[in-house]
């Protein structure tokens, strides 16, 4: 029987939503929040991007933009050789300049990452996300509601940072049927389980499944849910209006608000807003198990 808890009431509601690389997690984050913008809540909502790809909030901003670790460095270069004033520091102001105020006023902010090759990405983010809570950004932005989009592919410490004490309470993971983007969901289960035994608060909410049009995707999407035992959110179809506003630099909910993957991303928003429960899931045992599921339709 799996655990079911109800998400703690904080404010901010913080949640994290991890997957597999180019699964399409900023896509859904972005759409989540620009949904949530347009539903009449009065709740100030925020979006942290934490993949060294820095681009998750780009649609909701209209570009990609500077990250808190590249103000860092910044300040970093700045205080070299800088004797007759002493080292230079972050303050409020100067990390006011990498929070950007988005779309409908989602308030937006990328944690970025070292320069390729060098240093730990994880690291970075975790740096990053410490530095939004000494610097109280939640609170001057009034911040109701927060979502950090975040890689999964490795949960290493910093990864795991927005899952960890006082962050991210709820876990969604986006997935598909395919047999990768799956076994990194059982990861990323894996590691929810992992820093649950830390005696930390922390659940899966459920999974979103962003179609790939891999054959019987809904059913392998369904098979894994059932044996992991969590809740599949929503099937999210494949749409071209994606890249078609993608290209425009927008989200869906912007470009084409008409559109049928606009009202797919609202009653996504919806559920996510109203959802009430995390669990605490039953990742399966490795690859040869994940790829078992995807055998129960396709042989
Ligand atoms: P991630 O953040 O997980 O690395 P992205 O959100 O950047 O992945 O998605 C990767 C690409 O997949 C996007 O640039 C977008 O073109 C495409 N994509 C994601 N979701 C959809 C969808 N539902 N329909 C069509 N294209 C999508
Ligand atoms: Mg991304």
Request: proline share 5%; with cysteine; glycine share 10%.
């Amino acid at each position: 029987m799996i655990e079911r808890f109800e998400v703690p009431k904080e404010v901010p509601r913080k949640i994290a939503i991890y997957g597999k690389a180019g699964i399409g997690k900023s896509i859904t984050s972005s759409h989540i929040s620009a949904a949530l913008s347009e539903m009449g809540e009065k709740v100030g909502l925020m979006q942290v991007g934490c993949d060294p790809k820095r681009d998750s909030i780009a649609l909701l901003c209209g570009g990609i933009m500077p990250t808190v670790l590249e103000k860092l460095r910044m300040i970093e270069s700045d205080s070299l050789g800088d004797e007759d004033t002493g080292p230079v520091e972050l303050t409020d102001v100067k990390l006011d300049e990498v929070i950007f105020s988005g779309y409908n006023g989602i308030v937006c902010c990328e944690a970025g990452g070292p320069r390729p090759g060098m240093g730990c990405a994880g690291r970075g983010v975790l740096v990053a996300i410490n530095i939004l809570d000494e610097f109280k950004v939640y609170e001057r932005n009034n911040v109701g509601f927060a979502i950090f989009d975040v890689l999964g592919d490795v949960v290493c410490g910093g990864f795991a940072q927005p899952m960890r004490a006082g962050q991210a309470h709820e876990i969604y993971i986006v997935t598909c049927g395919e047999i990768l983007a799956l076994y990194i969901s059982n990861e990323i289960m894996r590691a929810v389980n992992r820093i649950r035994s830390e005696g930390v608060n922390v659940g899966l909410a459920g999974l979103i499944d962003n179609q790939r049009n891999v054959p019987f995707e809904r059913e392998i999407v369904e098979e894994f849910a059932r044996r992991t035992g969590v809740p599949v959110i929503l099937h999210v179809p494949r749409s071209p209006k994606v890249q078609e506003a993608e290209i425009m630099c927008k989200t869906v909910i912007e470009a084409f608000p008409e559109s049928d993957q606009a009202l797919v991303y609202r009653s996504l928003a919806r559920k996510v807003y109203e959802n009430q429960y995390i669990y605490a899931p039953a990742p399966l045992n490795g690859l040869d198990e994940v790829v078992d599921v995807v055998r129960t339709y396709i042989h």
